[in-house]
């Protein structure tokens, strides 16, 4: 009989009790600074080619209102499933290029489940490792012992069919002579196409400018492209 009460009283739509709201406004504020780290280091130490600086401002949205949910329905079977009926029509769309975007999404996620819930000590004990194990692996791939602080101006492309003109080495050297800074990021080869990916510093606003003169004096059809990572 004291099972059946028992199992009665888990399905039993409850209601959630008080919250203090000094232990909210504490999760809140360690939810927000966490967040915030874990945006600086994605911005500093991610290689994604999109706009790092813009991605990463959406980490303190996400994970507060990722704590604010849990907060509302972690003591509550009826909103838990309330949430789920309503997640399965809110439909969310966003367009993660790399796998680096999403592994950072889920981090800042997973602190708003661990503030939500009320397990700081763990959340703060986890993002610092998690944070450390990046930085540590930033060090030690940098070949030098120093992290990598270099931020590129521009991405550029350069894609051609004229691979006899226009061969990975010409487009490294056409490039490395203009830029005071490059570095080849991706080269897809092929029979009768190159397709190259550098990251760039420039010295003058001219330089994109010449860097496409150079490129069409070798072939006039090559498609090029400049990204701004800032």
């Known amino acids: 009989m004291n099972k059946i009460q028992e199992i009665g009283k888990f399905f039993t ?5 008080e919250t203090s709201i000094f232990i909210f406004l504490m999760n809140l504020i360690l939810a927000a600074i966490l967040s915030y780290w874990i945006g600086r280091v994605y911005i500093k130490h991610g290689t994604a080619l999109s706009n790092r600086s813009a991605f990463a401002q959406n980490f303190i949205l996400i994970t507060l209102t990722t704590m604010l949910v849990i907060s509302i329905v972690k003591s509550s079977l009826a909103l ?29 996620i997973a602190v708003g489940l661990g503030m939500g819930a009320s397990q700081q000590i763990i959340t703060i004990i986890a993002i610092a490792a998690i944070i450390g194990i990046l930085r540590a692996r930033a060090y030690f791939e940098s070949g030098d012992g120093v992290i990598n602080n270099w931020d590129p101006d521009l991405y550029l492309t350069v894609s051609t069919s004229d691979v006899e003109n226009l061969s990975l080495e010409s487009v490294s050297t056409i490039v490395g002579d203009i830029c ?25 606003k001219e330089d994109p400018c010449n860097i496409e003169v150079a490129l069409r004096a070798k072939d006039k059809n090559v498609k090029i492209s400049f990204l701004e990572s800032k």
Not at 13 to 17: I, N, Q, T
Not at 80 to 108: D, H, N, T
């Open 80 to 108: 838990s499933l309330g949430l789920i009926g309503a997640l399965s029509i809110v439909r969310f769309r966003a367009a993660i290029k790399e796998p680096q975007e999403l592994s950072y999404l889920f981090l800042a």
């Open 13 to 17: 739509p409850g209601v959630a009790p």
């Open 180 to 204: 005071s800074r490059t570095h080849l990021k991706r080269a897809d080869i092929a029979n009768d196409s190159l397709e190259m990916l550098f990251l760039v510093e420039i010295n003058k």
